[in-house]
Structure formats: structure tokens, C-alpha cells
T-cell receptor
Framework: NAGVTQTPKFQVLKTGQSMTLQCAQDMNHEYMSWYRQDPGMGLRLIHY???????DQGEVPNGYNVSRSTTEDFPLRLLSAAPSQTSVYFC?????????????FGDGTRLSIL | AQTVTQSQPEMSVQEAETVTLSCTYD???????LFWYKQPPSRQMILVIRQEAYKQQNATENRFSVNFQKAAKSFSLKISDSQLGDAAMYFC????????????FGKGTKLTVNP
């Protein structure tokens, strides 16, 4: 039982490059989301999905794109990386609000933009 | 929009003693969940405890307990018999109604446990 798997764990990009952070879960969770964690800021929601084919913006969506073609996968795309996107990124998944089950987090991706 | 405030950026406690981490939140909703997450240096996000707003009884998980004051919008975490392994960042988080599973986090409290 792998849970939530994020790849890669570390990445360095140059300004202007594009990249996709991968997130996969094997628990058949409907809900998936992406957060970024910056020093002193806690975690902030970037985008989320309530099911395959449905996505919506969170608190800090600018510069990021998502899609949800399958229940298992929820990739996060940086279209043109900027130094302000240097952060640790977490993917999370869960069954739903009334399921009495907690959210599962991946181990994070540390991304540096030079 | 909901907000979560953790007013203590850093706290320290002696091993085997008790420490309380503070959290306040702002919401107009009547039904919601509150959480405490632990993040050790390994960067994992570990759920410590959760509280349903409709339950008056405070949640407990072994050495961890909360003091949930709904009217005051306060949700503090008490760690009893502190252990070296409790050293970590602790985040308070809020999840509202609507079924979107969106978490709103506080900025965190760094807990140091002194031997």
C-alpha cells in the first residue's frame, strides 16, 4: 500500500523552464489537492480536485496548472518557473468530508528555481 | 475566508513535562473540522488529532489532547509527558463544509524538547 506518491523528491530548475510534479494515490480517493509550504507561511492550497475531470483553484493558483484525467493521478504543472515558486510542494488525498478518514499527504517535493 | 492563527512561533518544553500550543481560528460556519498536524525534520505531515465542531467532548489521542472552545474559536493542543520525539513543527488546520476537503493552515509552532 503505497499511499500518496510524489515524484521527484528534489528538483532544481532555471527561471522560465516548465515542469510537472507528479502525484499518484492508490487508495481510490476522490479528493486530491496540492499545497505549497514556504518558510514562516504554513501550507497554502494551490489547486484541488473533487473527482476525475473536476478541478478548482485554491488560495495561490497563479503560475500553476492542473488536470485530473484519472482518479489516481493529479499532476501539477509549472508553465514558466519563477524564483517565487521555490518551495516545498505537498500533494494530499482523502475519501471525503463525511468519511471520518483523514487526509493522506505525500512526502513532498523540494523545488528550487534559480 | 477562514483564517487560522498560531501566535507562538516557537515553544520549548523539558522532557516529561507538559506543554500547550495555542490556535485560534475565524469562521462563520457552524460545522467544520479542526486538526493538529506534526511535521518532523523528515518533512512528513503526520495527523496528531482531529476535532469535529459538533462534538462538545475534547478529542484525546494518548498523550495528546485538545481544549476546544467553540464560542471563543480556540483550539489548543496539550502534549503531556513530552518526549524527545515530539520535537517538530506543529500546524493547526481548519476544514470547513462544502465537501472540498480544503485545509487552511496556521503558520506553525516549532516545538523544542529539552532533555
Amino acid at each position: 500500500n503505497a499511499g500518496v506518491t510524489q515524484t521527484p523528491k528534489f528538483q532544481v530548475l532555471k527561471t522560465g523552464q516548465s515542469m510537472t510534479l507528479q502525484c499518484a494515490q492508490d487508495m481510490n480517493h476522490e479528493y486530491m489537492s496540492w499545497y505549497r509550504q514556504d518558510p514562516g507561511m504554513g501550507l497554502r492550497l494551490i489547486h484541488y480536485s473533487v473527482g476525475a475531470g473536476i478541478t478548482d483553484q485554491g488560495e495561490v493558483p497563479n503560475g500553476y496548472n492542473v488536470s485530473r484525467s484519472t482518479t489516481e493521478d493529479f499532476p501539477l504543472r509549472l508553465l514558466s518557473a519563477a524564483p517565487s515558486q521555490t518551495s516545498v510542494y505537498f500533494c494530499a488525498s482523502s475519501y471525503g468530508f463525511n468519511s471520518n478518514q483523514p487526509q493522506h499527504f505525500g512526502d513532498g517535493t523540494r523545488l528550487s528555481i534559480l | 475566508a477562514q483564517t487560522v492563527t498560531q501566535s507562538q512561533p516557537e515553544m520549548s518544553v523539558q522532557e516529561a513535562e507538559t506543554v500547550t500550543l495555542s490556535c485560534t481560528y475565524d469562521t462563520s460556519e457552524s460545522d467544520y473540522y479542526l486538526f493538529w498536524y506534526k511535521q518532523p525534520p523528515s518533512r512528513q505531515m503526520i495527523l496528531v488529532i482531529r476535532q469535529e465542531a459538533y462534538k462538545q467532548q475534547n478529542a484525546t489521542e494518548n498523550r495528546f489532547s485538545v481544549n476546544f472552545q467553540k464560542a471563543a474559536k480556540s483550539f489548543s493542543l496539550k502534549i503531556s509527558d513530552s518526549q524527545l520525539g515530539d520535537a517538530a513543527m506543529y500546524f493547526c488546520a481548519y476544514m470547513g463544509q462544502g465537501g472540498s476537503e480544503k485545509l487552511v493552515f496556521g503558520k506553525g509552532t516549532k516545538l523544542t524538547v529539552n532533555p
